[in-house]
């Protein structure tokens, strides 16, 4: 069995290369964020400087990715909040049990995500478009719950091969 597991750890560095990618594509939006916010602040103020119309909706659409991208990179970090205060008071199994139980209901939502979040991208999204840019659709405004969905069920995946790997080899989670 501990075969199987060698074979998924030598996968590891596609975890590693799909958090670097997401972790580059929040910063990115950060940045963009925080220019596009700054030149429509000083274009409120400074009079040569244009305050473009499409500012407000595209720096919300940037949160919205920057958001559940950054809940996704938080599952794989295991940094969202959780109950621990009884984890000492356990069983070793039941918490590690509890912890496959929990990662499980967070594959579920993933897959909800990704489902119902594509469904509203294709169809709610694709027949609207931006009051301030009536040529961009409105899919990218759904579409980070998909993005971020598919995130999260990779690093789900990773946590709960780990989970497995200590249940069954005895061996700690990396």
């Known amino acids: ?50 305050d473009p119309s499409w500012s407000e909706e595209v720096v919300l659409t940037l949160m919205a990715y920057m958001a559940v991208l950054s809940a996704a990179l938080a599952i794989r970090r295991g940094a969202h909040i959780r109950m621990s205060a009884f984890d000492d008071y356990l069983p070793k199994k039941l918490v590690l049990f509890l912890d496959i139980l929990s990662d499980l209901c967070v594959m579920g939502l993933a897959l909800v995500m990704v489902t119902v979040g594509w469904k509203y991208a294709t169809t709610i999204g694709a027949k609207g478009s931006y009051v301030s840019m009536p040529n961009v659709s409105r899919f990218w405004m759904y579409f980070p719950i998909p993005l971020a969905g598919i995130s999260m069920i990779i690093f789900q995946i990773e946590i709960l091969l780990g989970h497995f790997k200590k249940l069954v080899v005895g061996e700690s989670e990396n």
């Open 1 to 50: 069995m501990s075969k199987v597991f060698d074979a998924f750890d030598k996968i590891k560095p596609f975890y590693d290369f799909v958090y670097k990618v997401v972790l580059v594509l929040c910063k990115v939006l950060l940045i963009t964020d925080i220019l596009i916010t700054t030149m429509a602040v000083a274009g409120r103020y400074i009079p040569f400087i244009p």
